[in-house]
């Protein structure tokens, strides 16, 4: 392994925190507490992939490839769908038997044939949570979550470390057996890594995709070195730096300004502040304020507002009337604005709430009919009257709600 550079922060002695170069990638490791913790595997910015073991590297795919699964008993995998190396959606087999395909747009389908969201199967589940869409199974013990500028996390329980392999290595907290290839060796070329876990449909022939050979012009970037300068300079950011080293960060966020438009250099920095500051919240630090410091504002639906810390159970209209136990931690993402909650997509004003039945949606101030009685949607919920049905030899006392 050519040009290592290893740095070993010690002001935090009760983590073995270190970050490394190598000639094809970042590693980022915080060794001691690697095994104790979930493990998280992303997708981001335009190429990059960053490990269950802290390694960053590139891979522009164009084809399906293995990215995690139970590589023992095969219980179920996770394909990364690629088309000219934009990122395109998530596929899941159970199996050889269950089948699902999320795409980054929230279009969910089996066998070509189009689901609705939300949906639940087999012990996995698929809908939306604080404007993402997310896939996972509490039983198989993975969750993948879709942002909207199709970024992709991955996270798996630590009952998988050392059982998993593909693009998103092996989660045993070793970053230097990260790039082991389908067929068991060990390589120190990414692309021969990620080429070697591609998936060949029955129709399907995937393209070797090659490390692109690009020079860059030093003073093209000038905009952009200094928006990704904040990982250094800012104390927002440095209050992880001891855990999380930002070195890796800055670099492939200089290296971004070859290939971004100048004119919008926030474009080229913004997808690895959000990585930093999503890996330093993994580890347990929330970098209150960073949005605002970086003046980056990561992609939500019309009419909503992204958050460093949100409850995933945030209010809907159909949660109105629902007692729900919300997990303590927060994590990021798109909520609606104050005096607002979320009906469906959209944000709106609880007189204003939709209401289902029979798996349809009505507007507010719609009516049925329900057993001799009349239902009227208000505030997400029907209200209905008490009217006994012609007949009856006594009136039965309730209000028939409807869902």
């Known amino acids: 392994i050519k040009h290592l550079l290893m740095v070993v922060?010690?002001?935090?002695?009760?983590?073995?925190?270190?970050h490394c170069y190598f000639h094809t990638h970042w590693i980022l490791l915080c060794p001691a507490c690697v095994a104790s913790i979930t493990g998280r595997c992303s997708l981001f910015g335009r190429h990059h992939i960053y490990t269950f073991d802290g390694v960053i590297y590139e891979f522009p795919?164009?084809?399906?490839?293995?990215?995690?699964?139970?590589?023992?008993?095969?219980?179920?995998t996770l394909l990364g769908d690629f088309q000219n190396g934009k990122r395109t959606g998530i596929t899941l087999f159970l199996g050889d038997v269950f089948e699902l395909h999320l795409s980054v747009d929230g279009q969910l389908s089996q066998g070509g044939k189009r689901l609705s969201l939300p949906y639940a199967s087999h012990a996995v589940f698929v809908g939306s949570e604080l404007g993402f869409y997310k896939l996972w199974s509490e039983e198989f013990g993975f969750a993948v979550t879709i942002d909207n500028a199709a970024n992709i996390a991955v996270t798996m329980t630590k009952l998988h470390s050392n059982r998993t392999c593909g693009l998103c290595g092996n989660f045993n907290a070793i970053p230097s057996d990260e790039y082991t290839a389908q067929e068991g060796?060990?390589?120190?070329?990414?692309?021969?890594?990620?080429?070697?876990?591609?998936?060949?449909?029955?129709?399907?022939?995937?393209?070797?995709?090659?490390?692109?050979?690009?020079?860059?012009?030093?003073?093209?970037?000038?905009?952009?070195?200094?928006?990704?300068?904040?990982?250094?300079?800012?104390?927002?950011?440095?209050?992880c730096s001891h855990l999380?080293?930002?070195d890796a960060f800055l670099s492939l966020c200089q290296a971004e300004a070859c290939y971004c438009d100048q004119k919008n250099p926030e474009d080229c920095s913004c997808p690895f502040l959000l990585e930093y500051a999503r890996t330093c919240h993994a580890h347990g630090i929330l970098l209150h304020g960073w949005v605002e410091e970086s003046q980056c504002f990561p992609k939500c639906p019309i009419g909503m507002q992204y958050s460093e810390c949100a409850k995933p159970c945030s209010t809907t209209c159909h949660s109105l009337n629902i007692q729900e136990v919300c997990k303590e931690e927060c994590v990021d993402g798109c909520t609606c604005p104050t005096g607002k909650v979320l009906d469906g997509n959209r944000c709106v004003e609880v007189s204003q709430c939709s209401c289902t039945h029979m798996g349809r949606h009505f507007p507010p101030g719609s009516t049925i009919s329900q057993d001799c009685n009349t239902c009227v949607c208000r505030h997400g919920s029907w209200e209905c009257t008490n009217e006994g049905c012609p007949g009856e030899t006594r009136v039965q006392h309730h209000i028939q709600a409807c869902c």
Do not use: M
């Open 61 to 76: 795919g164009d084809c399906s490839y293995l990215l995690a699964g139970d590589c023992n008993h095969h219980s179920f």
């Open 244 to 246: 999380v080293s930002p």
């Open 185 to 239: 060796f060990l390589t120190e070329d990414s692309y021969d890594f990620a080429n070697s876990w591609a998936v060949k449909g029955a129709d399907q022939a995937c393209r070797r995709v090659s490390d692109p050979t690009q020079s860059c012009n030093s003073t093209k970037g000038t905009a952009v070195l200094s928006s990704c300068s904040v990982l250094q300079t800012s104390s927002v950011f440095l209050h």
């Open 9 to 18: 922060n010690q002001q935090t002695p009760a983590f073995n925190v270190a």
